[in-house]
Structure formats: C-alpha cells, structure tokens
C-alpha cells in the first residue's frame, strides 16, 4: 500500500475504533504500516496492515530489555487465563537476547493471502482489527494492571 492509502485506513479505522473504546484516542492517523497507542513506558497496543497479515497486538519494547523479558514471562504465566479471556488461543513471541528480550508481543494475526489488499477489503480488517484490540486489551488488563500498577495507563471512556 501507498503511504496515502495507510492514512485513509488508519483514519477511517481510528474514526470507527473511538466510537467502541477510547484505547487508541488521540492517535493520529500515520502513513505507515501501523497505528499505536502507548499504554505504559516501552509498552503499546498496535495495529499493524501488512501486505501478507494484519494484526492487533500488544507489544514490548523497553530499551532496557530485562524489562521486557520480566513482564512478558509474568503474562505467560498466565497465558491459558488470558488466551482463555481472549476466546481463542493469542500468539505469544519474543526476540530472545541476553540479558532480556529485545521485543515481544502478544496478540493476534490474520493472513492476507496472495492478493493485493483492495479498499473493498479495508471495512471487514478494520473490524476485526478493532474487535480483536478490544478483547485483547480487556483479557491483558487484569494482569498488566497487577504487573504495572499505575504505570498502565490505557485511555478509558468517561
């Protein structure tokens, strides 16, 4: 995709998400493959477009890397509860580096197929997409307000 047609995704995506949840509020539409919200220092809910997959994900990415290493092990303790709050099975990977993880991220995929994504496509993947980020942020809450504390700072309705 073009960078002018990401920030027609990202918009009309961002537009239908503020009127679900507030997690992304504020967020500017970009011109790159993904829109971000960040919940907590080197913490952000994602949605990615790709030519291949879409998803929406929570994503590590502290530079201190024993950071990331410490809060994804404590959510993967409790991944059957989360996975089970979620409705299905996430996808949990990490970029293993000593003395932590550069990045992980929890969340989940779709794939694209073959084609080229088309504007017909963009109201069924933007549902999903904003579906998917509601349940994820909302089975993920518990534990990352355990983990964090008042470091979490999702944005929430009034």
């Avoid at 197929?113 to 942020?137: C, F, H, N, T």
Wanted: glycine share 6%.
């Amino acid at each position: 995709m073009e960078r002018q047609e990401y920030k027609r995704f990202w918009q009309q995506l961002l537009a239908q998400a503020s009127a679900q949840t507030d997690l992304h509020a504020g967020v500017a539409p970009g011109t790159q493959a993904t829109s971000t919200a960040v919940v907590a220092a080197g913490i952000a809910l994602v949605y990615e477009l790709h030519d291949r997959e879409r998803s929406a994900r929570l994503v590590f990415n502290h530079p201190e890397r024993a950071v990331n290493k410490t809060l994804y092990d404590a959510l993967a303790r409790q991944r059957e509860a989360i996975d089970t709050a979620f409705g299905e099975p996430l996808r949990w990977s990490h970029e293993a580096q000593e003395p932590g993880y550069k990045s992980a991220s929890i969340g989940r995929s779709w794939e694209n197929g073959d084609e080229v994504i088309q504007g017909e496509q963009w109201p069924s993947y933007q549902r999903e997409l904003i579906e998917a980020m509601i349940k994820l942020e909302a089975a993920l809450r518990p534990h990352l307000t355990r983990q964090l504390g008042a470091k979490y700072r999702p944005k929430r309705r009034r």
